[in-house]
């Protein structure tokens, strides 16, 4: 039986988008550690705040609404996922164990460590796959309108949580049921789904604008203006449970709006969207960004091995700011293109190809 579909287009922008949004975001956060760049550069990392809850989404879109069957979809979907994780964990380790070897023996103990903490997203991702199939009959049975519904709570929920929050109140008001990583999955699905009553540009101009602002009050919450209401909310994070997924209200507008805006942008036959569209179907600009979208896993599990470098290559720098910034943007295109072609070579290697996470 084949599994293969068609590809749509505006996915692998999506997933291109991301993935470049979290390597912006993770080299950006070992500059700043290093005090290579100030928090008002740092804080335009924020802007890239979407690749995570993206990735999120287009597992939505692409996962419900699907007639599955339990073995065949834990059997394709995990090994998607864990034979990638398991290499690019053994190439992590392997490099943890040389920088113990020639640069700093405390890095030996790290080498056998337990591999929970290695890749947070990989380990929620195993946990949200557990759930897709249930979660997959409910969106089977729901009508838009009870989609709606559920996509209404997500945010009045999160607005609700995030204003708590702002406030120092202490509630026992349960929405988990609704708040965490399952909101991106619901919110990507139905965005993917619905199609708004009014012109495509006039979709694409208030997607933009919501992305603009949501993006510019998270830089501010980055810089504390005021902190708690447009800073990042991590509702997933516990004791036990290591979780960087932001699940403030802004955050779920910004990633919302961009997914919005990159769909309704290929179907767009006039004006300048219209311009961005026939350079994203440009015949090597698609390959390439065809490319990064199959990449785009593999790519997000090497970058956690370029980040611990880079970590320890830049403590001590001193440099100007510009010299600084530059270095920066550099750096940024460096570990995208080494972390693409990475996969792609591995891709090509017989026996390795199902462990690149090209696909």
């Known amino acids: 039986m084949s599994h293969k579909r068609e590809r749509i287009k505006y996915y692998d922008t999506l997933r291109f988008l991301a993935i470049l949004g979290i390597i912006f975001l993770h080299v950006s956060q070992v500059f700043h550690t290093a005090d290579l760049i100030g928090d008002r550069i740092y804080s335009l990392s924020e802007i890239t705040r979407f690749a995570v809850p993206v990735f999120l989404m287009m597992t939505g879109a692409l996962l419900l609404n699907r007639d599955i069957e339990l073995g065949d979809f834990f059997k394709r979907r995990f090994t998607r996922i864990i034979l990638p994780f398991i290499l690019f964990l053994i190439i992590h380790r392997i490099v943890i164990y040389i920088i113990g070897v020639y640069y700093d023996p405390s890095y030996l103990g790290k080498v056998f460590n337990l591999p929970f903490s290695y890749n947070w997203y990989f380990w929620l991702i195993v946990g949200v796959y557990f759930f897709i199939p249930i979660l997959n009959k409910v969106v089977q049975n729901s009508t838009m309108k009870e989609l709606e519904y559920f996509v209404v709570v997500i945010l009045i929920g999160s607005l609700f949580y995030q204003i708590m929050l702002y406030l120092n109140m202490v509630h026992s008001i349960d929405l988990s049921f609704f708040i965490g990583p399952i909101s991106f999955v619901v919110l990507g699905y139905y965005l993917s789904v619905k199609e708004f009553d009014m012109s495509v540009n006039k979709i694409i101009t208030i997607a933009l604008l919501i992305f603009i602002v949501t993006s510019l009050l998270k830089m501010g919450g980055q810089l504390h203006m005021p902190y708690n209401l447009f800073h990042d909310y991590q509702a997933t994070k516990s004791k036990i449970i290591k979780s960087s997924l932001d699940l403030a209200f802004v955050q779920l507008l910004q990633a919302g709006s961009l997914f919005v805006m990159i769909k309704y942008i290929h179907k767009s036959t006039s004006g300048i969207y219209s311009k961005i569209r026939q350079l994203f179907e ?27 470098v880079l970590g320890l290559l830049l403590a001590g720098v001193v440099l100007a700011k510009p010299s600084a910034i530059l270095l920066w943007l550099a750096t940024i295109a460096f570990v995208f293109i080494v972390s693409w072609l990475i996969v792609v070579v591995i891709s090509k290697i017989p026996y390795l190809g199902k462990w690149s996470g090209y696909h």
């Open 282 to 308: 440009n015949s090597v600009v698609n390959r390439f960004i065809t490319s990064v979208s199959k990449a785009s896993y593999g790519m997000y599990l090497m970058n956690n091995t370029f980040k611990l």
